[in-house]
Each structure stands twice: as structure tokens, then as C-alpha cells.
């Protein structure tokens, strides 16, 4: 999986971070139980003032993805890489009326999120993540 996951981002950035139609962000976490620096590539949602939205959909399924679990449990051990760029990144998780709101753009712009969400009981959760 490791090296399968390294060569799919390669390929998204030299295709100028970019994957079926969406920009992306490359999230790193730290593993919640390993410790390890961990690389996600995420469709990202431009939110303003340099921050962006991703949602932990993990496509619908019942459990929210890894990167989800690591960035809850080591939050001050977030980075984000835009163009090439590596921040730290400040990590909010929207809630209520900002959720509802942030999701329903998010839909708009990429449907395919609206179908996740009708996939799975879960709230999926919307993160607004900001370089520091």
C-alpha cells in the first residue's frame, strides 16, 4: 500500500495536483498508535485567506478515514502541501450551521460528495485546515 500510495502521489503532482476533475491537497498526519509521518492526498475546497476545506468522506463508508483518527488524536502535527509548498497547519473542525454551510458548497463544486453522504449514516466531518 505504502509504495502504491507514493507513486499515485507522484503522478497527481506532476499532473499539477490534480485527480478526476478535483484539486488536491497532500495532508501529513502522525499515526494516532505508529507515530509515522502519514501522506494523504484530499480533494481540497478553497475557503479563504490561504485555508482550505477537506471532508473525511472515505467515500461513504461506514468509518471515517485514517487521516481523520491521526489529526484528531496529534492535532498540533498537521501539515499541508499546496503547489509544492509545506506548512503546519492550524486543524478546525466545523460544526453546525458552518458544517452545513462549508458541505453544501462543497457539494455544489464535486457531487460526488452528496453521494457519500447518502452512502453513510455519519455526519462526515468538514475540516478547515490554515497554514500557520
Given at each position: 500500500m505504502g509504495m502504491m500510495k507514493n507513486l499515485m502521489i507522484r503522478v497527481h503532482k506532476r499532473s499539477g495536483?490534480?485527480?478526476q476533475g478535483?484539486?488536491?491537497l497532500y495532508l501529513t498526519t502522525v499515526g494516532a498508535k505508529s507515530g509515522q509521518e502519514r501522506v494523504s492526498p484530499l480533494a481540497r475546497f478553497d475557503d479563504g485567506d490561504g485555508a482550505w476545506?477537506?471532508?473525511a468522506s472515505n467515500a461513504g463508508a461506514r468509518r471515517n478515514p485514517s487521516w481523520y483518527h491521526n489529526l484528531r488524536a496529534h492535532p498540533d502535527r498537521v501539515w499541508i502541501e499546496v503547489g509544492g509548498r509545506r506548512v503546519h497547519a492550524r486543524v478546525e473542525q466545523l460544526e453546525g450551521e458552518r458544517r452545513s454551510a462549508a458541505l453544501e458548497?462543497?457539494?455544489a463544486a464535486q457531487p460526488r460528495y452528496g453521494a457519500y453522504q447518502r452512502k453513510t449514516s455519519r455526519a462526515l466531518p468538514v475540516i478547515?485546515?490554515?497554514g500557520e
Open positions: 495536483d490534480r485527480f478535483m484539486d488536491l476545506l477537506v471532508v458548497r462543497i457539494v478547515r485546515l490554515s
